[in-house]
Structures are given as structure tokens and as C-alpha cells.
């Protein structure tokens, strides 16, 4: 109510209060490129619209005098306690949009109390962002690097840097076809954005340094015709990958080492005994994979389609949700994201079997537009929203927020 108060006597907010509007004013804050690689998603974008068609089979049923003066968002996690069942998903190479974002959304995440997970593709090392984070909540989010010794030297450095759990992205083994990217010809990471938790790393700077020396300034004929393929339709994009002013070794390594297309349950069965954190695994779609998980020890799992970033045509998150929880049962922590984008959207997620649920795109359009501030206010909008929902649903506390609350649409 204090954000209405506000508006009543004037306060103009720094950020639109509607996701609509929120969007447009990011994507001209942008750069084609930034808006290329955040908002876009996987080959003809109907992952993407899928996960936000689904929210819109589903519909909040008010309830009446619940006599709930204030509502509890609260939500117990893997051990903790959490202001609100919102956190902020891992998204990478935040420095196509600015200098130091992981920083900002840190402090913005510490400002409102709410649990950011670190991207392995962050632009500021983890330590950077907790050092700005004092003891509020973060969690790390790995991939699956194809150096073992890697995989533990960035887990060590989570648990160093005060990580509430260890968060695995399983969806990315390989990248999705990006056509924006594409087309634009100057990808993201070919200026080294998004590799800083493998720069500061040292095990990351061993295999580096044991790479072979490419002669400076050696382009080969392969290469070329790499990049021209890649560029076809946009000319200056050639140019913007063959000037890159990143370290051209750091970067080729990263490629190189990043992620292991040959991840297997296996390599998953060793992760209990690698870390003292809650593992958390991201990506989950189908019911099988979900028991898996827990199986292997699991203490959650991410229901995710990757904010439709990585198949085109997948299964809307939304349903993937419904049809694991209905599998498993009430027991298991499940976490969600791919398509939140207001607070009725967490409300109807939290309904249909999600503990808490990741946003993505948003708060990154907030950073667009404010950097730390816009962040903050969009993390506060929708939990306003969320809280006002609840008080017109009728459900005092997150527990109180079950299906009976939906109606099909
Ligand atoms: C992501 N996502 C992601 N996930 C992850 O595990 N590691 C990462 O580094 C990234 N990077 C990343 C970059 C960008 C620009 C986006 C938009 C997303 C996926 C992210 O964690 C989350 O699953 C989705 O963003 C959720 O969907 P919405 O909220 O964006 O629809």
C-alpha cells in the first residue's frame, strides 16, 4: 500500500508498473545487441510465448473478508528463511547492458531482501558480489564445466563467498539457436562479457595458460568463414567480432571449457559428496527427470524451460510445473521460473505446487532503465502485487495460496 500511497501524493516511480511498458522503455534503453541476447529467446520464439499463454489458462479466484489485516510472504528454503518467495534467476553477460551489473543487482537484491543467484556467466566475480552483498542471502549457479577440477574450484569459491546453495543449470549443455544473435553477428561473450567467474578463477587460469599459444593477431581462413557465415546480413558485425578487445585466449578457453555436452546423471551422482551446500538442479521439465534428481539427493529442483531461450516449441514451464508436482506429490521443493512477470503470475505459480519461483527478464529491464534502483523497484512492484493479490484472494500466507484458489480459464 505504501507504493499507492506514494503514487497518490505524486511520486513518480522510476520504472512503469506494468510489464508492458516496462519492456518497451528497456528495449530503447539498449542496444540492439543487449536486447538481442536478453529478451531474445530460442528459433521462432514460441517457447517463449508459450510460457506466457499458460498463465493465462489459469485464473485467481477472489475470496471475501478473509479478515487478514497484513499477509505473511515469508517461505522456509533449504534451511532458510526467506523474506518472500521471490529470487532473482542467474542471468549471464549482464555486461552487455553496463559496466559492474552483477554489483548493482547484488546491492538491489540486499536492499530488498531478496536471494540472488550469482550467474557462472557473471560479468563480476561471486566474491565482487557478495563483498557488496554484506551477509544478505545468494546462492551460485554452475555449469557443468568439461574441467573436473574446474567444477570444484568454482563450487569451493560458492561456499567460500557465503552461497546458501548450489545451483546446477542442466539445460545448457549446449546453447540454444539464438537467431537474433545470429543475425546481429557480434555474439555475446565475443567481448568477453559474461566470463568473469572463469577469469578470476584459478584453476580457469592454469588451463588458459596451458592452452596453445595462438600467434597474436592470427586470424585463419577458417575463422573467416566462421565469422562471415555468422555475419551475412549484418556487415559491421564481422567487424565487431574480429575487433574484439577481449583477451582473445581467455575467451576461445571459456568456448572451449564452459560446459560438458557429455553431462551425464553420473557426473550428477557426484555432486553430494563435492559440497556441503543444497544442491539445487535447473532445467527439470519432465516428471522422470524430477524423481531423478531427487534420487541422486537433490534438495530441489528448478522447473524451467530457461525463459524459452533454449528449444523452440518445449513444453510452457507453467505445465511442466503442474504435471511434476502432481507426480511427486506435496513433499519436494520445487522452484520455478519462465514467464513471471507480475505478482498475480507468482501467485498462480505458488498455487499450482511452485515453493518460490526465479525471475528473469524483468528485473534485468529494470536494470536498463536505473541500474540498482530500477532493479529494486521491480522486484518491489511485484511483490506488492503479489501481496495485494493475496489480500483479495483471501490467503493470509504463502502455505494458505494451493490450487483451490484457480479456476481453469
Ligand atoms: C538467462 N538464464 C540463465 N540461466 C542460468 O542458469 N545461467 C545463466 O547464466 C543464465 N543466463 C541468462 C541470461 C539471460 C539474458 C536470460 C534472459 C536468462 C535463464 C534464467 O536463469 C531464467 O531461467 C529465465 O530468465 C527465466 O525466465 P524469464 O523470467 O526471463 O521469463
Redesign the pocket.
Known amino acids: 500500500s505504501s507504493i499507492y500511497r506514494q503514487g497518490v501524493l505524486g511520486r513518480r516511480p522510476v520504472v512503469p508498473a506494468d510489464f508492458a511498458e516496462l519492456e518497451r522503455r528497456a528495449r530503447r534503453a539498449s542496444s540492439a545487441r543487449a536486447w538481442a ?2 529478451a531474445g529467446g530460442a528459433g521462432e520464439g514460441r517457447t517463449m510465448r508459450r ?1 506466457r499463454e499458460a498463465f493465462g489458462r489459469w485464473a485467481i479466484v477472489p475470496r471475501m473478508a478473509s479478515g487478514a489485516v497484513d499477509r505473511d510472504l515469508s517461505v522456509r528454503l533449504l534451511g532458510a528463511r526467506h523474506g518472500t518467495p521471490l529470487l532473482l ?5 549482464g555486461a552487455l547492458m553496463g559496466a559492474d551489473s552483477d554489483v548493482k543487482i547484488a546491492r538491489a537484491a540486499a536492499a530488498t531482501g531478496t536471494t540472488y543467484v550469482f ?3 557473471g560479468c563480476n566475480p561471486m566474491e565482487e558480489c557478495a563483498a557488496a552483498m554484506g551477509d544478505a542471502s545468494r546462492w551460485f ?1 554452475l ?1 557443468w564445466s568439461k574441467d573436473e577440477g574446474l567444477v570444484d574450484s568454482l563450487i569451493a569459491r560458492a561456499e567460500a563467498a557465503g552461497a546458501g546453495a548450489l ?1 546446477v ?1 542442466l539445460d ?1 549443455t549446449v546453447l540454444g539457436w539464438r537467431p537474433q544473435d545470429l543475425n546481429l553477428g557480434s555474439l555475446p561473450f565475443s567481448r568477453g562479457e559474461g566470463i568473469a567467474q572463469y577469469t578470476s578463477d584459478p584453476r580457469f587460469r592454469e588451463i588458459a595458460a596451458a592452452r596453445p599459444a595462438q600467434p597474436a593477431g592470427e586470424v585463419t581462413l577458417g575463422a573467416i568463414r566462421t565469422l562471415l557465415a555468422m555475419t551475412r546480413n549484418h556487415p559491421g558485425g564481422f567487424w565487431n567480432n574480429l575487433r574484439s578487445p577481449a583477451p582473445r585466449a581467455s575467451v576461445e578457453t571459456f568456448l572451449d571449457i564452459y560446459s560438458n555436452p557429455g553431462l551425464s546423471w553420473d557426473h550428477l551422482a557426484t555432486l553430494r559428496d563435492r559440497t556441503r551446500l543444497p544442491v539445487v538442479l ?1 532445467g527439470i521439465l519432465h516428471p522422470d527427470d524430477a524423481r531423478r534428481a531427487f534420487d541422486l539427493g537433490a534438495d530441489a529442483v528448478v522447473v ?1 524451460n ?4 533454449q528449444i523452440d516449441n518445449a513444453i510452457a514451464s507453467l505445465d511442466a510445473l503442474v504435471t511434476i508436482r502432481d507426480a511427486l506429490g506435496p513433499d519436494p521443493v520445487l522452484l520455478f ?4 512477470r507480475t505478482g498475480a503470475d507468482v501467485f498462480t505459480a505458488l498455487a499450482l505446487g511452485a515453493n518460490a519461483v ?5 528485473y ?1 529491464y529494470g536494470l536498463a532503465l536505473a541500474g540498482q534502483r530500477g532493479v529494486e523497484d521491480v522486484i518491489t512492484n511485484v511483490v506488492a502485487e503479489l501481496d495485494l493479490t493475496m489480500a483479495l484472494a483471501g490467503t493470509p500466507d504463502i502455505a494458505a495460496i494451493t490450487r483451490s484458489a484457480l479456476a481453469a480459464a
Not at 534467476?89 to 553477460?93: D, I, K, N, T
Not at 526465479?358 to 524483468?362: D, I, W, Y
Open positions: 541476447y536478453v510460457n534467476a542467474p542471468v549471464g553477460a550467474s557462472n556467466q549457479q555449469y545451483v543449470t545448457t535447473k524451467s530457461h525463459g524459452g531461450r521460473d519462465s514467464g513471471i526465479l525471475l528473469g527478464r524483468p534485468m
